[in-house]
């Protein structure tokens, strides 16, 4: 296992019907769902732990702190960066940020001199603990595929 702070990946995703609240069951209205933009955390953690585990290594989800501050549209682009910050033995703890892609030539909004502040959906920590697949499979009485 080749696992130490700093690794780092990111996710982009077009908000689509599928992913609205409305979808979700967790609200009634056509934008991102909570849960959605927890999902795609997830998916950068794992993306970032995609070529450090083991084999037969995997990382499953035990915990989360998330806000929610900015609504997305369908048909919005996120792009959601987690970042490996702290390993405790095989506890990892990953920041996030989820932020509207700006359309190129939009340039910077909202007065910020970096252009950042006005995009940010959310953000957060995800912790998951590095498992033996077959073994936590075994415990949890799912067949082996």
């Known amino acids: 296992m080749e696992l130490a702070a700093g690794l780092r990946a ?16 967790s609200g009634d209205v056509p934008v991102l769902a ?16 995609e070529t450090h585990l083991g084999e037969g290594m995997t990382s ?3 915990g989360v702190a ?20 702290e390993l405790a033995g095989r506890k990892l703890v990953f920041g996030f940020v ?5 359309p190129e030539d939009a340039g910077p909004a909202g007065g910020d ?3 950042d502040a006005d995009l940010v959906v959310g953000g957060g920590t ?12 075994a415990r949890a009485g799912v067949p082996a595929s």
């Open 34 to 49: 909570t849960p959605r933009l927890l999902a795609l955390a997830e998916a950068a953690c794992v993306a970032a732990l």
């Open 126 to 137: 995800v912790e998951r603990i590095v498992v033996d697949r077959a073994a936590f499979l």
């Open 66 to 85: 998330l806000e929610h501050r900015r609504p997305s549209p369908v048909g919005t682009e996120i792009e959601v960066e987690a970042e490996l910050t």
């Open 60 to 62: 499953v989800g035990t």
């Open 98 to 102: 989820a932020r509207h892609v700006r």
């Open 113 to 115: 001199p970096d252009g």
């Open 10 to 25: 990111t996710v982009r995703h077009v908000v689509t019907d599928a992913d609205t609240a409305i979808q979700a069951g």
